[in-house]
């Protein structure tokens, strides 16, 4: 019963947040602003999507390669492609095939996987935190809500430095082990590949908003879009729908032109259609990837991980 209601929260969320934004604007116009997107959109689009999804694999690839195991690129690139799929379907299930797939061909244990994983998402939320910081110390004005969660990320993340750099005892247990071990000098080399992969989400979010006439100068992109993206990927919604549109208008409407339904309707169209290019994507490549040799091996590992218990580890929420 109570995971029945976990499996049917987010859909609430999402259904809650959708049906506030749409109290606000019209169905109608965000189907016409779509439609009057520039004819660039769709194109630059796909290519912005196809960038985030090599910059992605590459950052998995080194980071694994340098806390797990290593693995040619074009088996991560299979594999993170096929998860797409599959975390489209249960994010979860995503996550955890990679950790069973470099289980079973790999031989490393499980609770390493899920620990590189752990240090993988680490290093995403830590990338968008120094973007964010780095574009409200230039932009000129950022909403207060902004400042207060970037000060609050800054202090948990000088507890968590402090945490890494003593290593306390009660921290010695598996689940933590690449995290310690990696300290501060290979948390600072998994930050850097991570970069163009957060990056490569900036472009691709700034030039939708663009698409469609919503001009956000890009200092100001850069300390929102951070945080755009980190409340998107709060596990509290499906696909971040009804998150991101919520958080995307409360930000982003002000620079687009038109009276205050008209500016929310721009950015709502933006948004979507955003969501639909990438959604539409990942779901192409995971049906391709998924067909190869390594994407069978990886449907494989997904079996075998549905066949044994739940190891519910407190991970945070999924990667953008």
């Given at each position: 019963m109570r995971k029945g209601l976990l499996r049917l929260l987010p859909w609430l969320v999402t259904a809650g947040l959708l049906f506030v934004v749409f109290r606000r604007i019209s169905i109608a116009e965000v189907v016409a602003d779509a439609r009057h997107a520039a004819g660039w959109t769709v194109p630059v689009g796909y290519a912005c999507v196809a960038a985030v999804y090599l910059a992605d694999s590459f950052a998995i690839w080194k980071t694994f390669g340098w806390f797990l195991t290593r693995m040619s690129f074009a088996d991560v690139l299979l594999v993170r492609g096929a998860t797409y799929l599959l975390a489209a379907i249960n994010y979860n299930v995503g996550q955890g095939a990679i950790v069973y797939f470099v289980h079973r061909n790999a031989g490393t244990t499980i609770m390493r996987g899920v620990a590189t994983i752990l240090l993988v998402l680490g290093t995403n939320v830590l990338a968008l935190l120094f973007l964010a910081s780095g574009g409200m110390a230039v932009a000129p004005a950022v909403p207060a809500a902004v400042k207060i969660l970037v000060a609050v990320a800054w202090g948990g993340l000088a507890l968590y430095a402090t945490l890494i750099a003593i290593r306390p005892r009660w921290l010695d247990r598996p689940i933590f082990e690449v995290l310690l071990n990696a300290g501060l000098r290979g948390h600072a080399r998994a930050l850097l590949v991570?970069?163009?992969?957060?990056?490569?989400?900036?472009?691709?979010?700034?030039?939708?908003?663009?698409?469609?006439?919503?001009?956000?100068?890009?200092?100001?992109?850069?300390?929102?879009?951070?945080?755009?993206?980190?409340?998107?990927?709060?596990?509290?919604?499906?696909?971040?729908?009804?998150?991101?549109?919520?958080?995307?208008?409360?930000?982003?409407?002000?620079?687009?032109?038109?009276?205050?339904?008209?500016?929310?309707?721009?950015?709502?169209?933006?948004?979507?259609?955003?969501?639909?290019?990438?959604?539409?994507?990942?779901?192409?490549?995971?049906?391709?990837?998924?067909?190869?040799?390594?994407?069978?091996?990886?449907?494989?590992?997904?079996?075998?991980?549905?066949?044994?218990?739940?190891?519910?580890?407190g991970t945070p929420a999924r990667a953008t």
């Open positions: 991570r970069v163009p992969h957060i990056a490569s989400l900036v472009v691709f979010q700034f030039a939708l908003l663009r698409a469609f006439g919503v001009r956000v100068p890009l200092v100001d992109a850069l300390a929102m879009l951070p945080v755009t993206f980190l409340v998107a990927v709060l596990p509290i919604s499906v696909q971040g729908l009804g998150t991101t549109q919520a958080t995307m208008t409360y930000f982003f409407a002000r620079y687009a032109p038109g009276n205050p339904a008209a500016q929310e309707a721009l950015v709502v169209a933006a948004s979507l259609v955003g969501q639909a290019i990438a959604l539409s994507f990942q779901g192409l490549l995971g049906v391709a990837c998924l067909k190869s040799r390594v994407g069978r091996a990886l449907q494989a590992s997904t079996k075998a991980q549905a066949a044994v218990p739940p190891v519910e580890p």
